[in-house]
């Protein structure tokens, strides 16, 4: 009985220290996971055309967040930060077969010819609303038959002197866009 009694007590201390170290490890902060940074691309669609470090180097806006969807022909992505949804910048892409002769036709009125960029392409400063700033738009016709858009939208209370600013930084982007496409 005596045997017995040490063999359960023995048995007891043990357990009663495994209970204290799973105790102490239950207390113990969890290492924080580290934040892994996707690309744009990982938005899928037209977002692997775009690049953060590369849209930063060309409009000066650091995105950091990307998403994309598709409506009918048209593949849209859109960079914005993940503290707010202004500004955004969206890229459209839309099969076509316009010639230059048609997209330049029905270019938007106070849309300026962009030279150097697809077959033909134009620039136009877009007025601010109610909830966002004013913006920016490119539109191209590519080499291969493509209809892109490119816009970028302030935060609300940037009006258009900070369009006109960006415009040919946005041009510059829409360039390296289109090279990278081809």
Known sequence: MRGRLLLIGAGLLVLSGCGESAAATRNDPLPIPPVVKLPASAGGGVCQLLDYPAVEKAIGTLFDVSASTTSGKTSTCVLQSEQSSRPDLALSVTPTT?????????????????????KAAYRLSLPEGKDYGAGVEVSWLSADGQMINLRYTFPAGEGKPAADALATKLVTLAKEIDAAKA
């Open 98 to 118: 316009a010639d230059s002769a048609v997209f330049a036709d029905e270019m938007p009125k106070g849309g300026q010819t962009v030279k150097g960029l697809g």
